[in-house]
Each structure stands twice: as C-alpha cells, then as structure tokens.
Antibody, heavy 122, light 106 residues
Framework: QVQLVESGGGVVQPGRSLRLSCTAS????????MHWVRQAPGKGLEWVAV????????YYSDPVKGRFTISRDNSKNTVYLQMNSLRAEDTAVYYC???????????????WGQGTLVTVSS | EIVLTQSPATLSLSPGERATLSCRAS??????LAWYQQKPGQAPRLLIY???NTATGVPARFSGSGSGTDFTLTISSLEPEDFAVYYC????????FGGGTKVEIK
C-alpha cells in the first residue's frame, strides 16, 4: 500500500537551516506531484509547497517563498524540503502528501505521511 | 487568498446522530473543494474531493454537497470512529484550509 515516511525534523535555532525528507513507496513515484503541508501546534493546516512529478514546476506559499526549497529525486522515491532562515513561526509538524491525480497536480492531498516535528527555538 | 470559514467550531453529538458541517468561502471556489478528517496524533485523511466525490475507502455515510461559496459535509449516522476534527480545503486558488470543526461526543 502507499506509504510516505518523513524524517529530518528536530529543534533548530532561529536563522538556521534544516532539510526534511519524505520517502515514498507503494506507487509509481515519478507519476505524481508531491506537496508539503504543515500544522503549527494546536492549529490548522497550511499548504507549504508543491513539486510536479518531473520536478519541472515548483510553487510555494507566500510565508516560505524565498526561504524554503522543494526538490525531489525520483531515483530514490524521495521529496525534500530545504528550510533556510527558519523563524519561530515555522514551528510545526510538517507532512508530505501525494497529490490525488497524476501527472498534473490537482492540489488535493491524498495519502499523507505521519509528519515530522520542526521546532524553531533558541 | 481565499478564506474558508467553518461552522460550528464544535459539534456535540451522540453516536447514531446526523452531523452537518458547514464551510463558507470568501469568494467562489466553483467545485474545487475537499474535506479531510484528522484524529488526534494522526495525519489528515482525505474524505471528499470536488465537493461530492468520495475518496477510496471512505464509508458511504460521508457525503458532500454545495457549490460556489457554500458547502456541507454530512455524516449520516455517526460511528464512534467519526469523532474527530474536519477541515475543508479549496484549490480554486493557491490551496487554503478552513479552521476546522471538531465533532465531539455529547
């Protein structure tokens, strides 16, 4: 079955960097767009970024634009989120999610990973 | 940015009762609306997309309706496992989510 496993979260100081990974299995990874969605503690959901199936297009939410970079390695079935210049307000559980359709993303989120917690604190 | 407002914030019901959750958009999202369920400590799960299409494996007691700016998620008869938080989400513009409705046991 479809499985998404995130890793790379942790505690980081403001202004520092962190890279999250999400490894997929159970489907043809290079057919699907992949997203990152985050959830601050006790709060709602916020879409962060998308990368198309072939990596040709990448889009970001305004709060992370210019600081975060999404990428993927289809040979490793893995999508990444490089987070630079981290701020306290970036503290959240970060989920990777597969789009529901292939190849062009619909921006609806099908299978989700279990999430990885990023805490930005001095 | 399209703002989604969900109501009520909390819905207190008993198992077997019907649940009706509302989602209102600040501008038309056409039919580009989805619903997700999230249980404590778990990732969200897609229930409904494009207003009324049920995702794979979702029980038939879940249904969605609406168009334009007003949408409804209905759970016809609550099962114990349905008590959770529900979010609506639009993709007519860059994706945004509503603030959630918590369905709790009365």
């Amino acid at each position: 079955q479809v499985q998404l496993v995130e890793s790379g979260g942790g505690v980081v100081q403001p202004g520092r960097s962190l890279r999250l990974s999400c490894t997929a299995s159970g489907f043809t990874f290079n057919n699907y767009g992949m997203h990152w969605v985050r959830q601050a503690p006790g709060k709602g959901l916020e879409w962060v970024a998308v990368i198309w199936n072939d990596g040709s297009n990448k889009y970001y939410s305004d709060p992370v634009k210019g600081r975060f970079t999404i990428s993927r390695d289809n040979s490793k079935n893995t999508v990444y989120l490089q987070m630079n210049s981290l701020r306290a307000e970036d503290t959240a559980v970060y989920y990777c999610a597969r789009d529901i359709a292939a190849p062009r993303p619909t921006y609806f989120f099908g299978p989700w990973g279990q999430g990885t917690l990023v805490t930005v604190s001095s | 940015e399209i703002v989604l407002t969900q109501s009520p914030a909390t819905l207190s019901l008993s198992p077997g009762e019907r649940a009706t959750l509302s989602c209102r958009a600040s501008q038309s999202v056409s039919s580009y609306l989805a619903w997700y369920q999230q249980k404590p400590g778990q990732a969200p799960r897609l229930l409904i997309y494009d207003v009324s299409n049920t995702a794979t494996g979702v029980p038939a007691r879940f249904s969605g309706s609406g168009s334009g700016t007003d949408f409804t998620l209905t759970i016809s008869s609550l099962e114990p496992e349905d008590f959770a938080v529900y979010y609506c989400q639009q993709r007519a513009d860059w994706p945004t989510f509503g603030g959630g409705t918590k369905v709790e046991i009365k």
